[in-house]
């Protein structure tokens, strides 16, 4: 059996993904989302410490960006800009199709399931708790920010009593952390229960926000 440090890669219904079994019969389902350019190795540094009472599963964005690596939206003429709700929407939809079925085939319950998303990945986080709320447990969002359009339907308070942690670099350069502050607010506004988290650096996870999240998690067991 892979240790915690040992994941398996595997392929499932046209998905690649890195997997950490679990040490219990009857896991909670953990889903890290890398950002744009990344792979299914690029979020393996989120899962090392994280309880093993949790699956983890990492899976590789659906569309290759044409410069390397993955992205989770489709690249096209002029869609370089920061990527819209209704840009993540089918991999939102896909990503749950997918946790459907491969939980299925591994004979266990998909019906929620925590998730941690950097970059695109933590738009993506956002997307599938707004999408759909009902599926998703805790979420982390690293690095990220609201995708546009997502005011709208968080103002209908379908993420309220929901638990989010967020975490921002104040010198990031990709993304400004004022997004983050923005985001924060507008949730907390809307009845989510936020834990933040700021840190020195660029668009990285500071070492205390990443000890931060691993303790997040492992309190909303």
């Known amino acids: 059996m892979p240790t915690r440090t040992d994941p398996q890669l595997v392929t499932f219904n046209g998905w690649t993904f890195r997997l950490r ?10 889903l890290l989302l890398h950002g744009w350019k990344g792979d299914e190795t690029s979020m393996w540094v989120f899962a090392r410490n994280l309880p093993p009472e949790y699956a983890v599963i ?32 089918p991999s939102a939809d896909a990503l749950i199709r997918f ?24 738009a993506l986080t956002y997307t599938l708790a707004l999408l759909h709320p009902e599926r998703v447990a805790a979420c982390a969002v690293l690095s990220g920010f609201f995708p546009a359009g997502s005011e709208a339907r968080l103002a209908n308070h379908v993420l309220e009593r929901k638990r989010f942690f967020v975490a921002h670099g104040r010198q990031d350069e990709l993304i400004p952390v004022e997004r983050a502050r923005q985001a924060v607010a507008s949730l907390e506004a809307s009845g989510v229960n936020v ?27």
């Open 21 to 30: 079994p679990a040490a219990s019969p009857n896991p909670r389902l953990f």
């Open 99 to 122: 946790m459907d079925e491969w939980s299925a085939s591994a004979g266990l319950d998909a019906a929620k399931f925590d998730v941690v998303g950097f970059s695109q990945g933590a």
């Open 58 to 89: 990492a899976p590789r964005g659906l569309h290759v960006e044409p410069t390397g690596g993955y992205t989770w939206r489709r690249i096209s003429s002029g869609s370089w800009s920061l990527p819209s709700l209704d840009d993540l929407r």
């Open 195 to 221: 834990t933040y988290c700021e840190s020195d650096g660029g668009h990285r996870v500071g070492k205390e926000c990443l000890k931060g999240m691993e303790s997040f998690f492992s309190r909303v067991l």
